[in-house]
């Protein structure tokens, strides 16, 4: 396990494997995306495979075709040495290359719900010999829609010998209903947003007016040492729009949204984990199952309606181990959100000061610095100066000469962004009216300054604590 990077187990991981290594159960675990679940549930099927059987014993189903292709690759890491094959179906792609598969033999199905219907009415699926199914993120395939798909795989398979293990964030209705349904006295485990916490993820949020956020995201990324992160918005129109400003605006960055083919998010990918861009624009069809290693940022441009959307957006940072930051923007209307996620995570949010432009002026200038000093080309650019740039430069001094060339290389700093940022306005009053109606006086327990400092009702007590929080993965 090493060798993989596994050396401290996660909670859900310590309180999972003794009990699916053991005696034959159905199980519930209650976890948080990105808290080690794919290694909780991977390493005891591994375990219970037996590799001369060709047929099909174990599946799992995911939300996502990204979620699929992740946990299938995580499979085939922890089962190299078993000689364990494993094969992702899903939607959006060709049945050739999973016809063929499926033809071949494979110990392990991890697909998409939609995909695996599919495959069981072409008969291309067989399910007899399935031992284990595996429910990963339930409560986000029956939010999508998939409950009747769901339910329908569960009712393929054989009763008398499989069992089925549910994974899910929480425990909804729906959820409990299908377990109840479907599983017969199973084992549970709940890990709590508290046992999630760590150090590694800084938590930060930024006041902010709506038809603002396009030009404090752009100062945000370039206060950032090393910006590779991820932002989030509610809506695939803003996610476009925000999109081409940042082209714009100069910036390697790409999108990633529930309206583009699988071969155009594939290439999207590829391109951010090559980090070939450094900034992804996505909807939440990208907090689960998108797994890229070192990304530094998240940003939720607006707070997500379903504030559990926040842990797994936030779950994309600060992986493995490593520091991450978590970065909201937030409008007036929306500050009472920072008091649901502080309560629904025990944990304490920082608000953060937007840098203001001659702050990103004097980081990017001095930037700029290390290549000054390293360059080597000078005297045969000196060779090369005609009479006019002689005449030109002649009665300027260093400073000057220096400045004006400065002001070249980082011309988009001095430049005046207003026109571009009312020109996002209207988008910004669109998504904050989707978001929902703005919240009632009584709830507004912050007052505020401008740029002034947080202050809490005597109820909260205390001034902000700089408090820092990470989720395992």
């Known amino acids: 396990m090493e060798s993989l990077k596994y050396t401290t187990p996660t909670p859900i991981q310590i309180q999972t494997l003794p009990l699916l290594l053991g005696k034959p159960t159905d199980f519930i675990g209650l976890a948080a995306t990105g808290t080690g679940k794919t290694a909780a549930f991977g390493l005891p099927v591994l375990e219970k495979i037996d590799t001369k059987n060709k047929a099909v014993q174990a599946l799992v189903l995911c939300p996502t075709r990204e979620l699929a292709m992740q946990v299938t690759d995580q499979i085939h890491l922890l089962g190299k040495y078993k ?15 999973q016809l063929s598969g499926l033809a071949q033999g494979v110990s392990i199905v991890v697909g998409t719900p939609g995909r695996v219907i599919d495959h069981l009415e072409r008969g291309s699926l067989k399910l007899h010999e399935v031992s284990t199914v595996i429910l990963d993120e339930a409560d986000e395939m029956i939010s999508m829609g998939f409950k009747d798909e769901l339910e329908a795989i569960l009712k393929a398979i054989p009763k008398e010998k499989s069992k089925i293990w549910l994974f899910s964030a929480t425990m909804n209705k729906e959820v409990r209903r299908v377990a109840d349904t479907y599983l017969k006295n199973p084992a549970q485990i709940q890990v709590n947003r508290t046992e999630m916490l760590s150090t590694t993820v800084e938590q930060v949020f930024y006041m902010t007016k709506e038809a603002d956020k396009p030009e404090v995201l752009c100062k945000l990324i370039e206060a950032a040492e090393d910006f590779y992160g991820i932002v989030f918005c509610q809506t695939k129109q803003l996610v476009s729009n925000l999109t081409q400003y940042l082209i714009q605006r100069g910036y390697k960055v790409d999108c990633l949204h529930g309206d583009m083919d699988q071969k155009a998010r594939e290439r999207t990918m590829l391109s951010f984990r090559n980090k070939n861009v450094s900034i992804l624009i996505c909807t939440d069809v990208a907090s689960r199952g998108l797994d890229v290693k070192d990304v530094t940022h998240v940003v939720n441009y607006s707070i997500p309606r379903e504030l559990d959307s926040y842990v797994h957006r936030i779950g994309r940072t600060a992986r493995s181990g490593k520091a991450g930051i978590a970065m909201s923007l937030v409008g007036s209307s929306h500050l009472y959100l920072i008091d649901r996620i502080e309560k629904m995570t025990k944990s304490r949010m920082t608000e953060g000061r937007i840098p203001t432009r001659r702050e990103i002026g004097i980081k990017r200038i001095s930037k700029i610095l290390p290549q000054f000093l390293s360059q080597t080309s000078q005297t045969r650019v000196m060779e090369l100066l005609s009479d006019d740039w002689k005449s030109a430069i002649a009665e300027m001094d260093r400073n000057e000469i220096v400045s004006r ?8 700093v001095f430049e005046d962004r207003q026109e571009k940022v009312v020109v996002m306005a209207p988008l910004q009053d669109r998504e904050d009216r989707d978001q929902g109606q703005r919240r009632p006086q009584q709830h507004r327990r912050h007052e505020r300054q401008s740029n002034g400092p947080r202050k809490f009702s005597k109820a909260r007590g205390g001034k902000p604590a700089t408090a ?4 395992h993965r």
């Open 405 to 412: 060339f400065v002001a070249i290389l980082a011309a988009d």
């Open 468 to 471: 820092k929080t990470s989720y």
């Open 83 to 97: 000689d364990v094959r494993a094969l992702a179906i899903y939607g959006g792609a060709g049945y050739a290359p």
